[in-house]
């Protein structure tokens, strides 16, 4: 009875960085809670199982696990290609790594969530009150022909 069940494949994908947070600065999004992304990596079916290590210039072992491809696409991350896997299997110290990745992103978006709220939220509310009352009296000055200036001058 032949079984239709394939052994993982194992791909080592080796990043330009000589350290984590040269990694986490430039490539956090591709480290996911329960996802990554290989960048580099070649197609593969997807629901392969892949074993997989991410690991720095230096030979050092970032994330080391195992997971389903998810994706494939030739333009990932930056213009290059990647695969995304759902994580399985990571090991204590990948999950360790995982942890702190997703930390780092959660404090980053509180940050510019933070940035993109307006310095002063009443003033804005309050100018665009005023913009849509001004809004206002112009459209039923123009319905009544009233006068109303435009420009210095007064149009009739």
Avoid: W
Avoid at 96 to 114: E, G, K, P
């Amino acid at each position: 009875m032949a079984e239709s069940v394939r052994s993982p494949v194992a791909v080592r994908i080796v990043r330009p960085y000589d350290s984590e947070e040269a990694f986490l600065d430039s490539e956090l999004e591709t480290i996911g809670k329960t996802s990554v992304v290989l960048v580099g990596a070649t197609a593969r079916p997807v629901g392969t199982v892949v074993r997989f290590e991410i690991v720095l210039a230096n030979g050092v072992a970032l994330v080391r696990g195992e997971g389903r491809v998810l994706s494939y696409a030739d333009c990932t991350f930056r213009n290059q290609p990647g695969l995304t896997l759902r994580l399985t299997r990571l090991d204590l110290r990948s999950k360790a790594f995982v942890d702190r990745a997703s930390t780092i992103r959660s404090h980053r978006s509180a940050a510019v969530a933070t940035l993109a709220c307006p310095p002063n939220r009443e003033e804005l509310l309050e100018r665009l009150r005023q913009r849509a009352a001004n809004l206002d009296a112009d459209r039923i000055n123009a319905i009544l022909g009233a006068p109303r200036e435009r420009g210095g001058r007064t149009i009739v």
